[in-house]
Every structure is written in C-alpha cells, then in structure tokens.
C-alpha cells in the first residue's frame, strides 16, 4: 500500500491536478486502506468501490479538470446526506433498505467540483447521540484507540477520515456532531453559520440545529471544502442569500496581531478534565506568543443550554420523524391488520431505544398544557444565549476552549442517557445560537494519550477570521499524526 492515503485533501488535490499520480491510484490507495482497517474501525455502512473506480477510470481517460477543486479526492458522505441512487439509511433499520431519487444540494456542489464518493459513514440513529454507540447495524471504533468511540453522531466521518480512508468527510452538527468527533479522532471539523451551507438532503433530525459541515485532516481542507459547499440555495428555505467570501484567502497569516480570543470561565473550570485543561492551555499560550490578546468573557447562561437544547431539539425530532411511520417509504410491519396498529409496530420495531425516548420526550413537550411550560420557554432562553454570545463578540473577535471535557471515553463507559447528554455542553450553545465553531486538534491528552480539540466559535458568518487564526495556530503546533492501526 502506497502512503498517497496520508496526505492532506489539498495535497492530493494539488497532485491528481497536476498529473503527477491517477484518480485511479488514489481510489484504488483508499479502497485497500479500507479493506485493511475497516474490519477494525467499522466507519462505513456502505462502501462504493466499483462505482468508485469507474468514475476513477472515466475521469483518467478525460484528464484533469482545473476548473474543479476537487477532481478525482475521495470522499465519505455521512448517511444522512441523500446521493442518488445510493442507500442512505441515517444509521436506522426503518430506513435500512431506503434509495433516494435525488443528491442534496451540498452532495451536488462537491460532485460539481470533481469529488469522488467511495462511501457512506456509520452515525448514531438519525444523529441521536454522542459515540455511534446509536446505530442500528453496529458501532464504529476510534482509530486512536480501537475500544474508544469516536464520538457522534459524525463518529463513522471522524473516523474514516483519520484512518486514512478517504480525504475528507461530510458531517453533520446539530449539538456538537462534527465537532465531537472531530475532537476524538484528532482531526479538523467545521460547524458552519446556520443557513450558510444548504440543508436540502439532509435527513433532519432537528431542523432550526442542523448543519452540514468539512471533517479533514487541515484547516486549508476545510476552508477548500466550505467554498465549494458554501452558497444560497432557493430549494432550502433557510438558506442565507449571504455573499460567499474567499475563504481560501483569509489563510496564511503569518501572526495573530490584532486578534482577540475571548475566554469563557464557564468553559474552563469544574468538570474539565485536567488533560484536556493543559493541552487546551498550550494552544492558547501559543496563540498568545503569535500577538492574539486574550480577556475573560462571560457566557452566564451555559448552564441552561443543556436543558434548552434538548427540549427544542426533541421537540423537532418528534415533529420530523412523523413522516416514518410505513406507509409511503422506509420499514413496514406487514403482520398487522389495523391502521394503526401498523404505525405502532412499524415505528416500534424500526427506531431503536435513544430514537424512540426522544420522539416521546418531544412529543410531551409539544403538548397540549406543556407547550408553554417546556417548549416556549426553551425558545425565550434559547434567545437570551444568543444575547449572551453577542455580548462577547463586542468584547473580542473569537471565543476559544475545549470542544469537550474529556477525550474519548470507553465504549459503554457513558450508558446513563443523561452523562451522555452532558458532554455536549461546551458545543451545543453554538447551534442554539446559528453561530459558526470549529474544533482543531492541538495534541494528545498526557494521561490517556487520545487527542484533544481546541473550540472556536465566532459571530455569525466570522469564517474567514476563525479559519484563518486555526490555521495560524495550526502551523506553530506539532502536526497531528495519524493513528497507527
């Protein structure tokens, strides 16, 4: 096996562009990494290695694009973004044998761009959970650490991408799912503004939370992948008609002059894993050495965004997971003679437990006599965190701390619902607040020796000045490694 697999998506780009290796060679490199470390990693529900090659072939014979950034890169799509003619089965048995007609708009922009899909990635059920612990066909292993999660609900994308798989993943955020696993597998991931990347394809779990994002190897990758993506869509109506700017350009700085970096007290104090507390800390050290100020800010209304989050975010679940219920597509039970009867069984049998217990926790929220105690509620606190992060962009350009409190964790170390629920709560304030974050690897925890992220969140549509302080920092670090398998 050649070492093409350990190169960036803007090193492979750069070299299938200039004829110096084939799209059939790069296909060929990740299709035998997969086979070598997928019986280990289990990142991919569906792997796509004769369509892969054919489309290798076709575009060898035809020659380099320089029109499309991204000609001939293989890429993973998580299996929630629709791709003609390919399952996609959100990680559920009710959509196990489910075959769209159509590619969401994002899966257009990259086919556009000349990428090459060689499979869908493993997630939680319908992006329910925090480790990919959720799926309904099997769990997916951290390359770093083959009895550790790689985090979720994108743990199958995190995953691919640091076994050398593929070039780059998509996957999707709505309370920390890009950047969590990202965190874990010790690769780059990028949440951006709500409405700034079309959500049309995307199978929704919480429709006011998610985003579709780049999970890469470098910050030049997820400037690249976000130009591509980035843009208004008319098929999706919460899509921004927002200029798209270079993004590429912002990179390259070559200090931090000017920069301010706020930090949260509420982000670096009780239950921060004291590993991830120092590694977190080098990396701010660091940025102070390039020029960038650091002052404290105040985000006083963290401790409610937990709370907050999971009532809107079952609340829309409930309302987007009524469409499943086996009669126009997806699982069916055959055996039952009632109507309803049929829902039940259909729904019961094809949602596994986590899906099911947030479909019933939405559904109570939503209900007559606890809407305005639950959900409304939610919606006037989900507005004041917003007031809360806009308060400290006045006071500095970007907010940093740790992407979660600890790295990854054994698998079936987190089998209370609720501890699940906690590790997201330096992430999901971002989505309840549409706000762009990221998480950038900045080293290996001392005691477990598994790879920590470093959080930025910015004000709304602030990409270029988050990507290019990560990719500042991200030079005057020691490169992350891959792990070896």
């Given at each position: 096996?050649?070492e093409?697999?350990?190169?960036t998506?803007?090193?492979?780009?750069?070299?299938?562009?200039?004829?110096?290796?084939?799209?059939?060679?790069?296909?060929?490199?990740?299709?035998?990494?997969?086979e070598?470390?997928?019986?280990?990693?289990?990142?991919l529900?569906?792997?796509?290695?004769?369509e892969?090659?054919a489309?290798?072939?076709?575009?060898?014979?035809?020659g380099?694009d320089?029109?499309?950034?991204?000609?001939?890169v293989?890429?993973v799509?998580?299996?929630?973004?629709?791709?003609?003619g390919?399952?996609?089965?959100c990680g559920?048995?009710i959509?196990?044998?489910?075959?769209p007609?159509y590619?969401?708009?994002a899966?257009?922009r990259l086919?556009?761009?000349?990428?090459?899909?060689?499979?869908?990635?493993?997630?939680?059920?319908?992006?329910m959970?925090s480790?990919?612990?959720?799926?309904?066909?099997?769990?997916t292993?951290?390359p770093?650490?083959?009895?550790?999660?790689?985090?979720?609900?994108?743990?199958?994308?995190?995953?691919?991408?640091?076994?050398g798989q593929?070039?780059?993943?998509?996957?999707?955020?709505?309370?920390?799912?890009?950047r969590?696993?990202?965190?874990?597998?010790?690769i780059?991931?990028?949440?951006?503004?709500?409405?700034?990347i079309?959500r049309?394809?995307l199978?929704?779990?919480?429709?006011?939370?998610?985003?579709?994002?780049p999970?890469v190897r470098?910050?030049?990758?997820?400037a690249?992948?976000?130009?591509?993506?980035?843009?208004?869509?008319?098929?999706?109506?919460?899509?921004?008609?927002?200029?798209?700017?270079?993004?590429?350009?912002?990179?390259?700085?070559?200090?931090?002059?000017?920069?301010?970096?706020?930090?949260?007290?509420e982000?670096?104090?009780?239950?921060?894993?004291?590993?991830v507390?120092e590694?977190?800390?080098?990396?701010?050290a660091?940025?102070?050495?390039?020029?960038?100020?650091?002052?404290?800010?105040?985000l006083?209304?963290?401790?409610?965004?937990?709370?907050?989050?999971?009532?809107?975010a079952?609340?829309?679940?409930?309302?987007?997971?009524?469409r499943?219920?086996?009669?126009r597509?997806?699982?069916?039970?055959k055996?039952?003679?009632?109507l309803?009867?049929?829902?039940?069984?259909s729904r019961?049998e094809g949602?596994?437990?986590?899906v099911q217990?947030?479909?019933?926790?939405?559904?109570?929220?939503?209900?007559?006599?606890?809407?305005d105690a639950?959900?409304?509620?939610?919606?006037?606190?989900r507005?004041?965190l917003?007031?809360?992060f806009?308060k400290?962009?006045?006071?500095?350009d970007?907010?940093a701390?740790?992407?979660?409190?600890?790295?990854?964790?054994v698998?079936?170390?987190?089998?209370?619902?609720?501890?699940m629920?906690?590790?997201?709560?330096?992430?999901?304030?971002?989505?309840?607040?549409?706000?762009?974050a990221m998480s950038l690897?900045?080293?290996?925890?001392?005691?477990?020796s598994?790879?920590?992220?470093?959080?930025?969140?910015?004000?709304?549509?602030?990409?270029?000045?988050?990507?290019?302080v990560?990719?500042?920092?991200?030079?005057?670090?020691?490169?992350?490694?891959?792990?070896?398998l």
């Amino acid at each position: 096996m050649s070492e093409l697999h350990t190169k960036t998506l803007s090193e492979i780009a750069a070299l299938l562009k200039s004829g110096e290796v084939k799209v059939a060679e790069v296909v060929a490199d990740c299709l035998a990494r997969i086979e070598a470390t997928e019986p280990r990693v289990k990142a991919l529900i569906t792997v796509m290695a004769e369509e892969a090659m054919a489309q290798a072939k076709a575009m060898d014979a035809a020659g380099p694009d320089p029109d499309k950034p991204l000609w001939g890169v293989p890429m993973v799509l998580k299996d929630l973004l629709t791709l003609k003619g390919v399952k996609t089965t959100c990680g559920s048995k009710i959509l196990e044998d489910f075959v769209p007609f159509y590619d969401a708009t994002a899966v257009t922009r990259l086919k556009d761009a000349g990428a090459v899909f060689v499979g869908k990635a493993n997630m939680d059920e319908f992006a329910m959970g925090s480790s990919t612990e959720n799926s309904a066909f099997f769990m997916t292993a951290n390359p770093w650490d083959v009895d550790r999660v790689p985090g979720g609900s994108s743990g199958g994308s995190g995953a691919t991408v640091a076994a050398g798989q593929c070039f780059a993943a998509l996957g999707t955020d709505t309370g920390g799912s890009i950047r969590t696993p990202s965190s874990f597998c010790g690769i780059v991931g990028l949440k951006p503004t709500y409405g700034r990347i079309s959500r049309f394809g995307l199978i929704a779990y919480g429709s006011s939370l998610d985003q579709i994002g780049p999970m890469v190897r470098s910050v030049e990758d997820a400037a690249l992948l976000l130009q591509v993506m980035a843009g208004h869509d008319p098929k999706d109506s919460t899509s921004v008609d927002v200029p798209v700017p270079d993004y590429l350009a912002a990179l390259g700085r070559e200090d931090l002059d000017g920069v301010t970096i706020g930090l949260p007290e509420e982000y670096w104090g009780e239950g921060l894993d004291e590993e991830v507390k120092e590694a977190c800390a080098n990396a701010v050290a660091e940025m102070e050495k390039l020029g960038a100020k650091t002052v404290p800010v105040k985000l006083a209304l963290t401790e409610y965004a937990i709370a907050t989050y999971y009532i809107i975010a079952m609340a829309e679940a409930s309302s987007n997971l009524s469409r499943f219920d086996g009669v126009r597509f997806g699982y069916r039970n055959k055996k039952a003679d009632e109507l309803i009867d049929m829902y039940t069984a259909s729904r019961t049998e094809g949602f596994g437990d986590e899906v099911q217990r947030r479909i019933i926790m939405g559904t109570y929220v939503l209900s007559s006599g606890y809407y305005d105690a639950y959900y409304n509620k939610a919606a006037k606190v989900r507005r004041l965190l917003r007031q809360d992060f806009e308060k400290a962009f006045a006071q500095c350009d970007l907010i940093a701390g740790p992407v979660c409190p600890t790295t990854a964790f054994v698998k079936g170390a987190k089998a209370d619902p609720l501890q699940m629920y906690l590790l997201d709560i330096f992430t999901i304030s971002a989505n309840l607040a549409g706000i762009p974050a990221m998480s950038l690897p900045v080293g290996l925890g001392k005691d477990s020796s598994m790879p920590v992220g470093l959080q930025f969140m910015g004000a709304p549509f602030s990409e270029p000045t988050m990507l290019g302080v990560a990719e500042c920092l991200e030079r005057h670090l020691d490169p992350m490694p891959m792990p070896e398998l």
